[in-house]
C-alpha cells in the first residue's frame, strides 16, 4: 500500500507537470502575441504616416491648383479690361487729325474776323465732338510752358529762348499730344528754348 501511494503520489505529480506545461504555453503565447501587436501597431502607424503623406501632397497640389487657377482668372480679368479701355484707340488716332482741323479752323476764324455765328457753331459741333471722345478717355497734353520731357514731348526744333526763364521749356506747341486712359497715344510735337 505505501508502494501504491508513493506512485499515486508520483502520478500525481506527474499529472501536476503537464498541467504546469498548458500555463507555461499560455506564457509563450502571450510572449509571441505581444510582438505581433507591435508588428500590428508598426503597420498601422505606417499606413496612418503614408496615408497623412499622402493627404498632405493632395492638399499642396490642391492649394497650388487653386492659386493658379485664382491668378489666371485675375489676369484674365485685367486683360480684358484693358482691351475694352484701348479697343477703340485705333479708331480714336484715326480721328485726332479731324481735332487737330477743328483747332486750326477756329483759330483761323478769330484771326479773320469771320462770322461770329458761323465760328459758334463750329465750336459747338468741335465741343461735342470731343466731349464724346473724352468720355472715352481722351485727354490733352498741355505742354506748353512745361519742362520739355521726352517721355511726353518730341522736339521738333530748338529756338533761342525769348527770356532765361524759358531755357529747357516748351515755347510752342506745333501738335498737341494726347492720353488716352492714361496712356500716350500721341507725343506732343513741340519747340524748345535753348
Do not use: C
Not at 499642396?60 to 491668378?71: A, H, I
Not at 498737341?176 to 519747340?191: H, M, P, T
Amino acid at each position: 500500500m505505501i508502494d501504491e501511494k508513493i506512485e499515486d503520489v508520483t502520478f500525481e505529480n506527474n499529472d501536476d507537470s503537464p498541467q504546469d506545461l498548458p500555463s507555461t504555453e499560455n506564457d509563450e503565447k502571450g510572449a509571441n502575441e505581444k510582438p505581433l501587436k507591435k508588428s500590428r501597431k508598426t503597420k498601422a502607424e505606417k499606413k496612418l504616416e503614408e496615408l497623412t503623406k499622402k493627404n498632405n501632397e493632395l492638399n499642396d497640389k490642391y492649394l497650388r491648383l487653386y492659386s493658379e487657377f485664382d491668378n489666371y482668372r485675375k489676369r484674365t480679368n485685367k486683360e480684358r479690361l484693358d482691351l475694352l479701355r484701348s479697343a477703340s484707340q485705333e479708331v480714336i488716332i484715326d480721328l485726332l487729325p479731324v481735332i487737330d482741323d477743328f483747332d486750326r479752323a477756329i483759330k483761323a476764324m478769330e484771326e479773320h474776323g469771320l462770322n461770329e455765328e458761323t465760328k459758334k457753331g463750329l465750336e459747338l459741333i468741335y465741343n461735342k465732338f470731343f466731349n464724346i471722345l473724352s468720355q472715352k478717355g481722351l485727354e490733352p497734353m498741355n505742354s506748353l510752358g512745361k519742362d520739355f520731357d521726352t517721355d511726353y514731348h518730341e522736339a521738333i526744333t530748338n529756338i533761342p529762348a525769348p527770356d532765361n526763364n524759358m531755357i529747357g521749356k516748351v515755347v510752342d506747341v506745333i501738335e498737341k499730344g494726347y492720353l488716352l486712359n492714361g496712356k500716350i497715344i500721341r507725343f506732343a510735337k513741340v519747340v524748345v528754348g535753348s
